[in-house]
C-alpha cells in the first residue's frame, strides 16, 4: 500500500500524482533533526498534560489488554507494530494525501485546523467523547500537521508519532488506573511536577519548531 501510494504501479497516470499527495519526501539531515527534535520535546510535553488532564477531570483513557497472559517478546513486537501501523497509516492518509490536498485549496494553519479536527471523532469514538480527550489530540495532531507542513514531508512525523504512541503504550497509559484524582484531595506534588514539565517542554518544543521553520527557509528546495 505504502509502494502504491506513493507512485507505484498502475495506473501509471497517476504515479506522479500519487507520489506528490503522499509527501514522502526524504530530508536533508539537518531538517530531519530540528523535525524530529521538535517532535520530542513534544511528546515529553504532551506527556504531561495528558497526565494533568487525567488528574483534573474524570475521564475514561485507554484500556489496554492485559498483557500479562502473553511472553513478553510478543507484547514487544505487539507494541511496536501498533505504533507503526497507526502513524504510517495516520500520516500517510491524513497529512499526506488530506492536508496536502486542502493546503492548495486554504490556508497552511487552516489545512491544519481541519485535519485535526476531521480526526477528532475518530480518536472520540476509541477513547471517549471527552473534552480533556478531544483537546488532548488536537493538539497533537496540530504538532503533526506543523511538522508536516513545515517539512513538506511526512517522514519526519512518522518518527515522531510511532515514538509517541510506543511512549504512551510503555509509560503513560499503563499507569492511568493509579492516577490520583486531584478533587478527592487536592492536588499533589507529582500534578504539579507534571504542569511544570508541560510548560517547559511546551517551550522548548515552540523553540525548536521556530529554528526548524528558520533551517527549512534557509535551506535549498
Known sequence: MWQYLNGRWWPRTT??????NLRAKTLSGQVFGWAVLAGGLSIIALAGLWIVLFQLVQIRGNALPDFSKYPLLTVAFMLVMASLVGAVGEEAGFRGYFQGLLEREVSGPA???IAAVVLAPGHALTQGFAWPTLLFYLIVDVMLGVTARLTRSIIPGIVVHATGLLTFFTLVW???PAR???AAG???MWFWIHCVQT??????????FR???KVVESSPS
Open 180 to 182: 490520583r484524582f486531584s
Open 186 to 188: 487536592g492536588p499533589d
Open 199 to 208: 510548560i517547559v517542554f511546551s517551550a522548548l518544543a515552540i523553540l525548536a
Open 111 to 113: 489545512a491544519i485546523l
Open 15 to 20: 504515479a506522479k500524482a500519487r507520489h506528490r
Open 174 to 176: 499503563p499507569n492511568d
Open 211 to 213: 529554528c526548524l521553520a
